[in-house]
């Protein structure tokens, strides 16, 4: 983990609050594996509100076009609050102090290419930011990677391009039928499941807690195995504080919690109490 001040490189508006954050940050991206996240303070100055800083996930690592060396980090941005206001409305060339990269994220290891056939990448809105990297340490180990990307409507659906560009085949769903099919991405998500039953599939989820939820009854149902990133709100991001606590299944019926920040935020589903949302 490395604590640096880092150059903005742009801020691009993809709409419906959403923005795409491009950071100067080659020490830090060359750290990075999917579904870590970063810490970055909003503003400027260290002692300028607000004070906490807030916790992104990595979307993308830029890379030189000669070399193919880690150049950058490309960040997800909902402006959603004072905080992430200030920080989409800053300026190319302005610093900022970013902390990371954190967390446990997704484990795709080369024995899983013996194991796992396919896999499928559930998202909900911004949910998206974990899963483009996923996809392509997936297509390294030749598993092929099936995208479900469901919104409010057709531009919640941001950034798919990416995906489009990998080759991978992507389903999409809308609940105002804007885009792709009108309903929950549980939906195609079921179907597909059902119709290959008994393969070696693996899931994987990051969005809201009832989307995510549903997608861990459909895995639990085809006695698949799901990997879900969480969201919680962090106070420190170093587990100090507990604020990003997330209740989990005790197997002797006792209360037990785990830190989003240190042991997340990439989870086995099964182990999350899904009656329990996190604050």
């Not at 807030?54 to 909902?78: D, Q, Y």
Request: hydrophobic share 40%; glycine share 10%.
């Amino acid at each position: 983990m490395l604590d640096r001040k880092v150059k903005i490189k742009s801020v691009r508006d993809l709409g419906s609050n959403n923005y795409l954050l491009t950071l100067n940050a080659a020490e830090q991206a060359r750290l990075i594996r999917p579904g870590q996240f970063f810490m970055l303070k909003c503003v400027e100055e260290v002692d300028e509100n607000p004070l906490l800083r807030r916790p992104f996930t990595v979307f993308n690592i830029c890379r030189h076009a000669r070399s193919g060396r880690p150049a950058g980090l490309e960040l997800l941005i909902k402006d959603v609050g004072t905080g992430t206001r200030k920080l989409v409305r800053m300026k190319p060339g302005q610093i900022i102090h970013c902390l990371g990269p954190q967390g446990n994220g997704f484990k795709v290891s080369a024995e899983m290419k013996n194991r796992v056939e396919m896999a499928c990448l559930v998202a909900g809105g911004v949910g998206i930011a974990p899963l483009y990297m996923l996809a392509q340490d997936l297509m390294r180990q030749n598993i092929k990677p099936v995208l479900f990307y469901g919104g409010a409507g057709a531009s919640d659906l941001v950034l798919r391009e990416y995906f489009e560009k990998l080759g991978m085949d992507t389903n999409y769903t809308t609940m105002d039928g804007s885009f792709g099919e009108r309903g929950l991405v549980t939906e195609p998500l079921a179907r597909f499941l059902h119709k290959r039953a008994h393969r070696n599939i693996r899931v994987y989820a990051c969005g809201p807690w009832g989307m995510m939820q549903a997608v861990h009854k459909l895995s639990e149902r085809g006695k698949l195995q799901c990997d879900v990133s969480l969201e919680a709100r962090m106070g420190c991001s170093l587990g100090a504080c507990l604020g990003c606590v997330v209740r989990i299944k005790d197997p002797h019926g006792e209360d037990r919690y785990l830190r989003v920040c240190q042991e997340g935020p990439v989870f086995d589903s099964r182990l999350i109490d899904w009656e329990t949302e996190p604050v």
